[in-house]
């Protein structure tokens, strides 16, 4: 079962997409707003060796020692897009999801995953996006292009707890 807050509810719909369910937005959001708080259990690098790998695949660096699963949360249904309309910001201890750019009523909200993926992660997956820029593999950020390094750093699609994480 998945739990919504009121606000969740209200703004998101989670339907069948393209890779199985995903976040639909209910109204516009502008680029820069906040879309919702993801939230869940904190999960550290040990515990995360004992969990499924459904989890694991759905859960969000939270910084350099634990993840944060959303299971049974909003946060659980984020799809991945090599062209995505949402990023993760940090402030303080909370993550959230905030519009990269317009997103419009209807629109699937998707994260480029490899902005969540630091250097020392070995996480991947077969890209199945659709996206015109597809990279067919998600690896984690310090592997993209350099070019598209360079635009995602400018942009501040890249969390700066990501960029800090070494190998």
């Known amino acids: 079962m ?12 989670v339907k069948k997409s393209r890779n199985g369910r995903g976040i639909f937005a209910k ?3 502008a680029a820069g707003e906040t879309l919702f708080r993801v939230m869940g259990t904190l999960i550290t690098c040990d515990e995360d060796d004992a969990v499924d790998d459904t989890t694991r695949a759905n859960t969000y660096r939270y910084d350099e020692d634990r993840f944060l699963s959303p299971a049974g949360r909003l946060g659980d249904f984020l799809n991945h897009s090599c062209a995505p309309n949402a990023k993760i910001v940090k402030e303080g201890r ?14 699937e ?5 490899s902005t ?6 070995v996480w991947e997956m077969r890209c199945t996006c659709g996206a015109r820029a597809c990279r067919k593999t998600v690896r984690r950020f310090t592997d993209l292009p350099r070019a598209l390094r360079d635009a995602y750093r400018a942009s ?7 960029l ?4």
């Open 116 to 121: 969540i993926l630091a250097a020392d992660d």
């Open 2 to 13: 998945t739990v919504l807050t009121k606000r969740e509810a209200r703004d998101f719909a």
């Open 109 to 113: 909200v998707v994260l480029d995953y």
């Open 94 to 107: 909370t993550l959230l999801l905030a519009a990269a750019r317009p997103v419009r009523k209807g629109d």
């Open 164 to 167: 800090a994480i070494k190998p």
């Open 156 to 162: 501040g699609m890249v969390p700066r707890y990501i």
């Open 27 to 29: 109204r516009d959001f």
